[in-house]
């Protein structure tokens, strides 16, 4: 269970990472938010950009949450609210698959949804 919680927490990571990046102006913009998005030269408008900036806390705690149900840190006890909020975090990875396959962007269909569909795997492991 260690091992599936640290693969979900360092790709949660990893999305956080590209969400602030965006925040910062990354070009990336067709590339997310099912390639609807407003943009400038592919960085995002100041709305979406603040969308991704609300998306950055949600996802590093989403991946303590999954690292403390592993039993990888001590951050929050593994039962109680953790245990309801690992599943709450599948769920929500789940939703999050089914909306990067549906976009537009190839790129966030095959890369992101892998990315996605895998962290999901790994925190319904850790879920269990």
């Given at each position: 269970?260690e091992?599936?919680g640290?693969?979900?927490a ?6 956080a990472a ?13 590339h ?10 592919g ?5 979406y950009r603040?969308m ?5 806390p ?6 303590a949450?999954v690292?403390s149900?592993?039993g ?27 909306a ?6 190839r790129?966030?269909r ?18 269990m």
């Amino acid at each position: 269970m260690e091992a599936a919680g640290i693969l979900a927490a360092a790709l949660l990571s990893i999305v956080a990472a590209v969400q602030l990046a965006l925040v910062f102006g990354a070009p990336w913009g067709d590339h997310v938010y099912g390639g609807r998005a407003e943009t400038d030269n592919g960085r995002l408008s100041p709305r979406y950009r603040a969308m991704s900036a609300a998306a950055v806390p949600i996802l590093l705690l989403s991946a303590a949450i999954v690292l403390s149900r592993a039993g990888v840190v001590s951050w929050f006890e593994r039962d109680g609210w953790v245990a309801t909020a690992a599943w709450v975090v599948f769920g929500y990875l789940v939703l999050n698959t089914v909306a990067n396959l549906a976009s537009n962007s190839r790129i966030e269909r095959v890369g992101m949804g892998s990315l996605t569909v895998i962290a999901a795997i790994a925190t319904l492991l850790v879920a269990m």
